[in-house]
C-alpha cells in the first residue's frame, strides 16, 4: 500500500507491484493476471503500456485507478479466478459473460466446437447441448454454423440465466441481423426461445430464420419424447468425485461442483448421455462429447455397449484426447 505524498510509480512499477503481490499467494501465471487487471482498471493496452512503461502514472488517473487496481488484487490473490473478477472470457472469438454460477469457458471445449462445424458444414439440422452452463458450445453452433435450430438445456437455473445474457447479446444481435425476437415459452418447465432472422449468404435478398432455444431440466426430463435431433454435444461433468477436493483452489472452491463432480469414477453422465441420446437422435445422428483426457477408451467402451458407431477420438490442440465422437444408425 503506497502512503500519501509517496513518489508515484511508473507502469511498470505498477505492473511489478501486481505481479509480487499475485506471485506470494501462489496464483499461477501472476505476471498475466497482473498484467489483465493493471489492463482492466486503468484501461491501457500493450502498445501504450510500453510507450509510457518507465514513466509516472500521471497523477489524476493514478488516484482514480490505484485502490481498485489493489482490491482487484486481492481478490485475485484470494484465488478467485481471473475471469469471474472480470466477468468475461473469450471462447471461438467471441466474449462470454461469466460468473460463480457457470463453468468457465475452456480452450479445450473449443475442440468440440469446431468438430462439429468441421463434420457439418450444411446449416439445415437441429442440435442439442446437454449441460450447456454459459451457452458457449450452443450460441458458437448457431452463430458460427448458422444452424437452423439449436437447443441448450441445463438443469441451473442460475446457469441458464447467463447463459440467456449471453445468447441476447451474442446470438440476437449479429452481423447481416434484420430482426431478432426473444420470448418465454413456458415458466415450468423454464423454456426461452430466441429468433434470428439475416441475409441469407448464398442467396442475396433472401432471409434465414434460425432459432436458439434455452430449457431448464435435469438432463433430458423436459426434452419431449418425440423430439428428435441430428447432433448432441454435451461437455458433461467428467471430474471423479475424489479428485475435485486437489484440484487447485480456482476450480475447485469457486466453479460450480455441479458442473464438475462426474460422480466416483467421473463416467456417470456419459453412461446415461449414451442410452438417453439414442432416443433422441435421428438415423445417422452424431454425438460429440468432451472428456478428460484419460477417459477415452471408457467412453467408447460405453458408446460401443450403447450401440453406436463410427467412433472416433479426436484430439485437442496440446495433442490430448478431448472429444469422442459416434454415429447412431438405428
Known amino acids: 500500500m503506497r502512503e500519501q505524498g509517496q513518489e508515484r510509480p511508473t507502469w511498470q512499477q505498477l505492473l511489478e507491484e501486481g505481479t509480487r503481490m499475485l506471485s506470494a499467494a501462489g496464483v499461477p501465471d501472476a505476471g498475466t493476471d497482473a498484467w489483465y487487471l493493471l489492463s482492466e482498471v486503468f484501461k491501457i493496452d500493450r502498445v501504450h503500456y510500453y510507450m509510457e512503461q518507465n514513466r509516472p502514472v500521471h497523477q489524476e488517473r493514478f488516484e482514480e485507478g490505484y485502490e481498485r487496481y489493489r482490491e482487484l488484487l486481492k481478490l485475485r490473490a484470494s484465488r478467485i ?34 468438430a462439429v462445424l468441421e463434420a ?34 441445463d438443469i441451473s437455473r442460475e446457469a441458464l440465466r447467463v447463459a440467456r ?42 432471409i434465414d430464420e434460425r432459432c436458439l432455444t434455452l430449457l431448464a431440466g435435469n438432463l433430458f426430463e423436459n426434452i419431449a419424447s418425440e423430439e428428435m435431433f441430428d447432433v448432441i454435444v454435451s461437455n458433461p461433468p467428467y471430474i471423479p468425485s475424489a479428485v475435485i477436493d486437489g484440484l487447485e483452489p480456482e476450480v475447485r472452491d ?17 453412461r ?59
Not at 286 to 295: L, W
Request: charged residues 25%; glycine residues 8%; contains cysteine.
Open 120 to 153: 457439418y458444414p450444411e446449416r439445415d439440422l437441429s442440435i442439442l447441448d446437454m449441460c450447456t452452463g454459459t451457452g458457449c458450445i450452443a450460441i458458437s453452433l448457431a452463430v458460427l454454423g448458422k444452424y437452423r435450430s439449436v437447443t441448450a438445456a
Open 272 to 330: 446415461v448421455l449414451a442410452l438417453e441420446c439414442s432416443r433422441h437422435l435421428r438415423t445417422g445422428g452424431q454425438v460429440f462429447f468432451e472428456i478428460g483426457c484419460d477417459q477415452a477408451e471408457e467412453v467408447r467402451r460405453i458408446l460401443t455397449i450403447a450401440g453406436y458407431r463410427e467412433i472416433e477420438i479426436i484430439k485437442d490442440e496440446p495433442g490430448l484426447d478431448r472429444v469422442v465422437r459416434a454415429r447412431w444408425n438405428r
Open 165 to 206: 445474457k449471453n445468447a441476447r447479446r451474442l446470438f440476437l444481435v449479429q452481423r447481416g441481423t434484420v430482426r431478432s425476437a426473444s420470448f418465454q415459452v413456458s415458466e415450468e418447465p423454464w423454456r426461452l426461445e430466441l429468433k434470428n432472422w439475416t441475409i441469407s449468404d448464398g442467396h442475396p435478398g433472401e
Open 254 to 270: 469457486h466453479e460450480p461442483r455441479l458442473a464438475l463432480d462426474g460422480r466416483e469414477d467421473g463416467l456417470y453422465f456419459y
Open 81 to 114: 479466478p481471473l475471469q469471474q473478477i472480470l466477468g468475461n472470457q473469450d471462447f471461438m472469438g467471441m466474449t462470454f459473460c461469466v460468473d460463480e454460477n457457470v463453468l468457465i469457458p475452456r480452450q479445450d471445449t473449443e475442440t468440440l466446437v469446431e
